[in-house]
């Protein structure tokens, strides 16, 4: 796993040119989001979407959050188990090589086991996801480094899609 960030990353970048994060090595983030916790690095932000590496080498759980966009999920290594609040009896499994989504408007309970890494792409109203992607860092951990970090991160992927004349 420890050579498949950098790998990806610069297959992202000779497909979609000018559009995936250049910077190597990639550049981590701490990613506290609904009780789980984690690493990230985005690979591509802008105000429409967004794409990043996402996981953990020991295994977190917590809550999805309800966005306004869907999230599509690639397992990449690893397992992600969810329950779903419709049927909170029922657990899906996802492992290396599988595709999830978590549909616009719906939460649910996750679970990464050690050593699973997700690629994660959304579309539609980024910022608005932001009060979800950053409340547990702002308000449990109180980690000014990682608020500044992410939204360095993002803020430079999305001005530089922006000066491309990409929303």
Known sequence: MEALPEALAAALSAAYPGHINEERPLRWIWSLVGGMTGAMTVLHGSLTEYLVLFGTPLGSEGFSGRYPLDVHDFVLAGEMTI?????????????????????????????????????????????????????????????????????????????????????
């Open 83 to 167: 329950y779903r609040e419709e049927d909170p009896t029922r657990v899906i499994r996802w492992v290396a090589g599988d595709y999830a989504l978590l549909e616009q408007g719906r939460a649910q309970g996750v679970k990464l086991d050690p050593g699973t890494w997700l690629l994660e792409y959304a579309h539609g109203p980024v910022a608005r996801c932001l009060p979800m992607a950053l409340s547990d860092t702002v308000f449990s951990a109180l980690d000014g480094t990682t608020i500044a970090e992410t939204f360095k991160s993002y803020a430079r992927s999305t001005l530089r899609e922006l000066l491309a004349g990409k929303i």
